[in-house]
């Protein structure tokens, strides 16, 4: 079910968005450029929590309020994007990092408690659920016709 606008409002604290309004104005000045993390704190002022809250907060509010696209990379920290071939590799990336770590929730969670509980409704429920993220994101990450 999809929050509504005032829900994840009240969730994100005015800090954090500060924080990636802070992180989007010094990302701005140096574009097309990126920064890394470790300049993004010394550019920003912003202690490395900070820095993680703002980039959260940054990736929420840039549906919102029209704000580029905003991946990381090796080669160039974090920087604005409006290239589809390097958004949807980037993406392709996240998708496939997010299904291993549902993977090994699936393994290393839902698997030990189906064997204490191997007729409960709530463990196959939820492993079903999991197992079709799980494949969706593997779709996503491993697209098959390329």
């Not at 005015?14 to 704190?41: F, Q, Y």
């Not at 704000?67 to 090796?74: C, G």
């Not at 509980?117 to 999991?130: L, T």
């Amino acid at each position: 079910m999809a929050r509504s606008r005032r829900e994840r409002d009240r969730r994100r604290s005015p800090t954090a968005a500060r924080h990636a309004d802070a992180i989007r104005l010094a990302l701005m000045e140096v574009a097309p450029a990126g920064l890394k993390k470790s300049r993004l704190t010394a550019v920003t002022e912003l202690s490395r929590s900070q820095i993680v809250r703002g980039l959260a907060a940054y990736h929420e509010l840039a549906g919102e309020k029209g704000w580029p696209p905003l991946p990381w990379s090796f080669k160039a920290g974090y920087h604005f994007c409006e290239d589809a071939v390097e958004l949807e590799a980037w993406e392709r990336d996240w998708a496939e990092v997010k299904s291993t770590q549902i993977t090994s929730v699936i393994n290393g969670i839902l698997a030990r408690h189906a064997r204490l509980f191997p007729k409960s409704r709530w463990v196959a429920y939820f492993s079903a659920q999991m197992n079709a993220v799980q494949s969706s994101l593997d779709m996503i990450a491993h697209p098959r016709n390329q």
